[in-house]
Antibody, heavy 120, light 110 residues
Framework: EVQLLESGGNLVRRGESLKLSCAAS????????MSWVRQAPGKGLEWVSA????????DYIDSVKGRFTISRDNSKNTLFLQMNSLRGEDTALYYC?????????????WGQGTMVIVSS | QSVLTQPPSVSATPGQTVTISCSGT????????LFWYQQFPGTAPKLLIF???QRPSGVPDRFSGSKSGTSGSLAISGLRSEDEADYYC???????????FGGGSKLTVL
């Protein structure tokens, strides 16, 4: 059974940093593209970043480029999101998502999310 | 403002069929697959439709997706009270090089 367990969310001040982790089980992380998708309180879904299976290819939404870094430790089946220079608009529930190539890169499995709150 | 446009809310009575639209552009829906996700309050989204019209294992055939040109839709037939949820469409955008979501549609079963 695929399971994704996010951690690392916290209340931080504007300009500070935070590192999110996503522990994956039930599949081999290096075989899967992964994404982070966030949802601000009461708002819709927003894709943030994606990483190819080997981590060699990454993509980001413009608003986080240069501030966020997606990475992975495939030996530990863990995905990360390093978040620097945090802003108020980064406040959201961050989901770790397993993408499925055979489904057209659908966001197939979702974790329960970890909450990031950025205060001013 | 979301790149993909959905109606903020839709409603229907039990047993009816409801359709949720998703409008995009040539660089997203016009070129790439359309996906649909279902989200209940306080829970993570769930994949409902992939590759425009395919259902993952376990999704009832009451849910169906379609795409034509730069728009797509999700139809739910035989509506049930437990279908009340938020529904989001999504696609990859070649011009922006990002995944884009619709703003979400809240389905109310009257």
């Amino acid at each position: 059974e695929v399971q994704l367990l996010e951690s690392g969310g916290n209340l931080v001040r504007r300009g500070e940093s935070l590192k999110l982790s996503c522990a994956a089980s039930g599949f081999t992380l290096r075989s899967s593209a992964m994404s982070w998708v966030r949802q601000a309180p009461g708002k819709g879904l927003e894709w943030v970043s994606a990483s190819s299976g080997d981590g060699g290819s990454t993509d980001y939404i413009d608003s986080v480029k240069g501030r966020f870094t997606i990475s992975r430790d495939n030996s530990k089946n863990t995905l990360f999101l390093q978040m620097n220079s945090l802003r108020g608009e980064d406040t959201a529930l961050y989901y770790c998502v397993k993408m499925e190539v055979r489904m057209g890169n659908a966001f197939h499995f979702w974790g329960q999310g970890t909450m990031v709150i950025v205060s001013s | 403002q979301s790149v993909l446009t959905q109606p903020p809310s839709v409603s229907a009575t039990p047993g009816q069929t409801v359709t949720i639209s998703c409008s995009g552009t040539p660089s997203n829906i016009g070129t790439n697959f359309l996906f649909w996700y279902q989200q209940f309050p306080g829970t993570a989204p769930k994949l409902l439709i992939f590759r425009n019209d395919q259902r993952p294992s376990g999704v009832p055939d009451r849910f169906s997706g379609s795409k034509s040109g730069t728009s797509g839709s999700l139809a739910i037939s035989g509506l049930r009270s437990e279908d009340e949820a938020d529904y989001y469409c999504a696609a990859w955008d070649d011009r922006l090089s990002v995944w884009v979501f619709g703003g979400g549609s809240k389905l109310t079963v009257l």
